[in-house]
């Protein structure tokens, strides 16, 4: 598996955020995450982009973290917020997910950010059962969904 830090708007990022808003859109019944999302977000020193690829080069998984302070949405000074973690279905249980946050949060920490947190929602019980086994803990709701029932929150110190 080869991971490479990727812009946001890369061919492959844009795949992969195609399926994974697909898959929101059959797990929450609407229309994906409508989180405004900037490709200047993921550029650094601001966050980055991964896609992890397999040994034919087809993009299998991805992720990224982008600077968070503290705003009007709940976020805190020295926030990077975890944003698109997705692996594709026939690649799952084989630890990209964990291989790709250990990444994104040794970046993020590298880059002096204090805290890793996320947003999820009820209907992605792998993805809490990720979060919550590797060490984040419910926080205050924040972003875009932080009024919203099925939403729930993440952070762990970095």
């Given at each position: ?71 009007g ?39 002096g ?31 875009y ?14």
């Open positions: 598996m080869n991971i490479r830090r990727v812009p946001y708007d890369h061919p492959d990022a844009v795949k992969l955020d195609a399926e994974v808003q697909a898959e929101y859109h059959v797990r929450y019944g609407d229309g994906g995450d409508a989180t405004p999302m900037d490709p200047a977000d993921f550029t650094p020193p601001n966050g980055i982009y991964l896609i992890a690829y397999d040994e034919n080069d087809v993009p299998v998984a991805s992720g990224g973290w982008r600077s968070q302070d503290a705003n949405e709940g976020n805190l000074d020295g926030d990077a917020e975890l944003k698109r973690m997705y692996v594709i279905e026939q690649m799952r249980g084989r630890g990209l997910a964990r291989r790709i946050l250990a990444a994104l949060e040794e970046d993020a920490r590298a880059a950010r204090l805290r890793m947190v996320l947003e999820t929602g009820t209907k992605q019980p792998e993805a809490i059962a990720l979060y919550t086994s590797s060490g984040y803990e419910p926080c205050e709701r924040f972003g969904y932080r009024f919203h029932e099925e939403s729930r929150c993440f952070a762990k110190k970095l």
